[in-house]
């Protein structure tokens, strides 16, 4: 969290920033360097805070400060108030003709090669006062940091349902077959399962949502497959299926651009798609920033997926 925040939340009680400051870091210490205060001011307001609502908001505990089910609804509340309070300091400010703004993004490693820098270029292009901060992260991994307010967009496929995400923009992909060129399943138009796993296969790890996608349809083959690697590295299987050392399985996008080692060979199969989805915290208003890049990124799933035959 930017602990530089804007007069809008300034005007919100300080107690809200210490909470939120010993919940991300778990610790008082931590958070009272992060803050600039002292641990005692600190510990004060907090047990001011805890007096008031008439439960502690925190378990003390020897590996640091954990929420308590009473700190659990206090958190969801303040990181509400703080994403909104970001938001109207942004609108604020432009309206004063500034054009600033940060945005923290988390997405799967399969969209970093290509579908993302093609985003951020656009985004650093249209709206250079605004900060951009990307981590890469696994679905489950998303979900938390957006649902904790640790980061403000997520990317990610096959996210599964959850009350605290709400979708802003989905696209489906045909999951297909990555192969060498000079494989015999390269020149293919299509390619069934059934042939798939006649090959020595590269399969994602249970990290990677693309493995829910996968298990339903290699479940019919299963005492059949040849596995010689399951990795939650997208790069690796890549790099490791153009050199020969077995086939994997992805969508369209894994592919960067200018790759000509690997050919994507879509699998004939109607179950056999999976969904790119782009999230935000739900019930949180946008920025104005953020919203920029929502729409940057429906403008170039639509591309891509008006790309993908």
Same mark, same amino acid.
């Given at each position: 969290m930017d602990w530089r925040l804007g007069r809008v939340l300034r005007l919100h009680d300080r107690a809200l920033l210490y909470f939120d400051a010993v919940r991300e870091h778990g610790s008082i210490r931590e958070a009272a #360097? !992060?803050?600039?205060?002292? &641990?005692? $001011?600190?510990? #004060? !307001?907090?047990? !001011?805070?805890? $007096?008031?609502?008439? $439960?502690p908001l925190f378990d003390r505990l020897p590996g640091g400060m954990a929420l308590t089910a009473a700190g659990e609804l206090v958190a969801r509340h303040i990181v509400t108030v703080v994403q909104d309070a970001t938001r109207t300091d942004e609108r604020l400010a432009a309206l004063r003709g500034a054009r600033a703004g940060s945005i923290r993004i988390m997405a799967v490693s399969g969209v970093m090669g290509g579908l993302l820098v093609r985003v951020l270029q656009r985004m650093m292009t249209r709206h250079p006062g605004v900060n951009l901060h990307v981590e890469p992260g696994a679905p489950d991994m998303i979900a938390d940091a957006l649902a904790q307010g640790r980061t403000d967009l997520g990317v990610a496929f096959s996210m599964p349902p959850t009350n605290d995400l709400m979708p802003v923009a989905r696209v489906n992909f045909p999951l297909g077959v990555l192969a060498p060129v000079g494989h015999p399943i390269a020149g293919k138009a299509a390619v069934t399962m059934a042939e798939c796993v006649t090959h020595r296969l590269i399969l994602p790890s249970r990290s990677l949502s693309l493995q829910w996608v996968l298990q339903p349809l290699l479940r019919p083959y299963w005492d059949k497959l040849d596995v010689v690697l399951e990795t939650g590295s997208i790069e690796l299987m890549n790099r490791m299926a153009a050199a020969g050392a077995g086939i994997a399985f992805q969508s369209p996008l894994a592919l960067e651009p200018g790759d000509t080692g690997l050919v994507h060979v879509p699998l004939d199969d109607a179950n056999a798609v999976t969904d790119l989805g782009v999230y935000v915290r739900? $019930?949180?208003?946008? &920025?104005p920033a953020l919203e920029s890049l929502v729409e940057e990124m429906r403008e170039a799933l639509e591309e891509t997926a008006g790309g993908v035959s």
């Open positions: #360097r !992060q803050l600039n205060v002292t &641990p005692s $001011a600190l510990t #004060r !307001q907090l047990g !001011q805070m805890e $007096a008031e609502i008439g $439960a739900e $019930a949180r208003w946008l &920025p």
